[in-house]
Nanobody, 120 residues
């Protein structure tokens, strides 16, 4: 199982970024893919997840209305569109995969992170 996250960078508050998670080595449609983040000095937080077979989604309260998760099953890729970014969104963002959408904290497979920095 391989998960390749990309798309992080430096952006000003109010700006947008789109993260991509390219998956390989497993049957994409059988898994939920999620985005998690870890800010300096804080624990890991589930941000948004999607069940790639039926499109069911999860969003943390802190990102509802600002972030949108989507899946392109033909490309085995999940995207996280992040709008209206805030400095508190600054973190390393990881994508992960699991056979089940829930529970959010117990995903089996993890990719490397991509750093998102939001300046004020």
């Amino acid at each position: 199982v391989q998960l390749q996250a990309s798309g992080g960078g430096l952006v000003q508050a109010g700006g947008s970024l789109r993260l991509s998670c390219a998956a390989s080595g497993f049957t994409f449609d059988d898994y939920a893919i999620g985005w998690f983040r870890q800010a300096p000095g804080k624990g890991r937080e589930g941000v948004s997840c999607i069940n790639t077979s039926d499109g069911n989604t999860y969003y943390a309260d802190s990102v509802k209305g600002r972030f949108t998760i989507s899946s392109d099953n033909a490309k085995n890729t999940v995207y996280l569109q992040m709008n209206s970014l805030k400095p508190e969104d600054t973190a390393v963002y990881y994508c992960a995969a699991d056979p089940y959408l829930y529970p959010i904290r117990e995903y089996d497979y993890w990719g490397q992170g991509t750093l998102v920095t939001v300046s004020s």
